[in-house]
């Protein structure tokens, strides 16, 4: 409505019918940030079952999907992984994000397990050259963002899954299950590294929604 009262004032003021500009002093209404579309819990078991973990390539596409979930990086972040990142001891990854701030974000048992194996069994097998990215192409070189999301499109089609799908759709699933099962939102902040709290406030409304539906298809009067 603003757009078009916008296009017609100065024609209006041209004809005569106006003598100054009656929505000047209006501003544009704030629009709401668009909420992330996340998977449900079983799909996104789905997916991390999808790569045939028999071939070096399966084994590096599941750690890749198990790190994603697990940690909520960035796909960015995880395609630049660096060994001096990861620290399996610990159990966490130092994640360099935007704007050059650094977080530490826990990897969690199953990530582990499966980085493990990768970087034992699949990545020796697919480059004997020398580099400190965790994760790399057969010819040794670093895997781009545009790869990774293609074989993630791959691993759904595969496991059928028909959801919207995004390079951060893991990211989304992690945060919004964090909050379904009780994650507070400060916590949830510095794991995604958003420097403003309103940005991780979106997921709330994912997390509110799903729980509406559970309780509408598990409560006896839902």
């Known amino acids: 409505f603003l757009s078009a009262m916008k296009k017609l004032t100065p024609y209006a003021i041209k004809s005569g019918w106006f003598v100054t500009d009656p929505i000047a002093k209006l501003k544009r209404p704030k629009m709401s940030p668009a909420v992330p579309h996340s998977l449900t819990e079983s799909d996104v078991l789905s997916l991390l079952d999808a790569p045939d973990v028999d071939t070096p390539i399966g084994l590096r596409d599941r750690a890749m999907l198990e790190v994603l979930y697990a940690t909520g990086l960035r796909v960015t972040e995880l395609v630049r992984l660096q060994y001096d990142q990861v620290s399996l001891a610990q159990g966490l990854v130092r994640v360099v994000g935007k704007g050059d701030k650094e ?51 791959t691993y759904a089609e595969q496991a059928q899954i028909n959801s919207h799908l995004s390079p951060h759709t893991l990211r989304h699933a992690f945060a919004t299950h964090l909050l379904n099962h009780g994650a507070d939102l400060r916590v949830l902040q510095m794991l995604l590294g958003h420097s403003d709290l309103s940005t991780t406030q979106i997921y709330t409304q994912v997390a509110k929604e799903r729980l509406q539906q559970m309780h509408a298809t598990f409560h006896p009067r839902g």
């Open 103 to 153: 977080r530490l974000v826990p990897l969690g048992e199953e990530a582990i397990e499966w980085l493990s194996r990768y970087m034992k069994s699949g990545r020796p097998v697919l480059s004997e050259r020398q580099s400190g990215w965790v994760f790399i192409t057969q010819r040794g070189t670093l895997l781009t963002r545009q790869a990774f999301w293609y074989r993630i499109r």
